[in-house]
């Protein structure tokens, strides 16, 4: 059975490998994206999957958006909430602005997101909700009390879910990647990324496409006993 899929900030990096591995198990997938409608139309040229244009971290906007989704596509049975954003500071430079947008869009939106496909879910006795997190909301990161603040806030919440919806057949988990070799990280300066790469046990960068089969996993029949976990791919680099 076809199943429909939500992928938030899905059009690059690891949330288009995501939306990519969840098409490959047979999902129709759908994806979103806030600002970027170039990266957005190629994506959809060499996919075929659609993407939808609003602020996730509006919860009007994820409100209409859903559902004229689902009035097209059907109820959403899968949720990948991936969509992100950093605005890197250290604390006692950092302006308010800062914190509230990476606040708004990494973790608010997983609130806004999750409250608008939580119901539905639950009434048909099965839903997949998965997180996409960072090393840095385990651990930390100088320069970055906001993102590490949000994307630890996501951990948090998601035990919250699996605990609340367990029962109704609704699962919720977290994947946390380390340094993954998207545009943004293979942009880092040559020298600091091989420091970097020099604290991964592994020796490498994760690749994308690892992250997407670990998103395809959790979304599977067969993850049904996996809720309220947190899937760790960093190489090794932090271990909880």
């Avoid at 559902?67 to 302006?95: Q, W």
């Avoid at 988990?173 to 943004?184: A, C, E, K, L, R």
């Avoid at 690892?210 to 979304?219: K, N």
Wanted: net charge negative.
């Amino acid at each position: 059975m076809s199943r429909t899929a939500l992928v938030t900030g899905g059009t690059r990096g690891i949330g288009a490998a995501i939306a990519r591995a969840l098409r490959e198990s047979g999902h129709q997938v759908v994806v979103t994206y806030q600002g970027n409608d170039k990266a957005a139309a190629t994506f959809t040229e060499d996919t075929g999957i659609p993407a939808r244009k609003w602020d996730v971290g509006d919860y009007a906007a994820c409100e209409s958006g859903i559902a004229a989704l689902e009035s097209e596509f059907g109820p959403v049975d899968v949720l990948v909430n991936n969509a992100g954003i950093t605005r890197d500071c250290t604390l006692h430079k950092m302006a308010p602005e800062d914190w509230e947008a990476v606040i708004r869009t990494n973790l608010s939106s997983a609130f806004n997101m999750t409250r608008l496909v939580i119901n539905g879910m639950r009434d048909r006795g099965f839903g997949r909700i998965i997180q996409i997190s960072s090393i840095n909301g385990q651990k930390g990161q100088m320069g970055q009390s906001n993102y590490s603040a949000a994307k630890a806030g996501i951990i948090g919440f998601t035990k919250a879910v699996a605990q609340e919806n367990a029962r109704k057949g609704v699962t919720a988990n977290v994947v946390s990647p380390g340094y993954i070799g998207t545009d943004m990280v293979q942009s880092v300066p040559e020298e600091i990324l091989s420091k970097i790469i020099g604290q991964i046990p592994v020796g490498r960068l994760g690749e994308a496409e690892e992250i997407g089969e670990a998103v395809a996993y959790l979304a599977s029949d067969a993850a049904a006993f996996v809720t309220g976990s947190t899937l760790t791919i960093n190489g090794g680099q932090y271990m909880d």
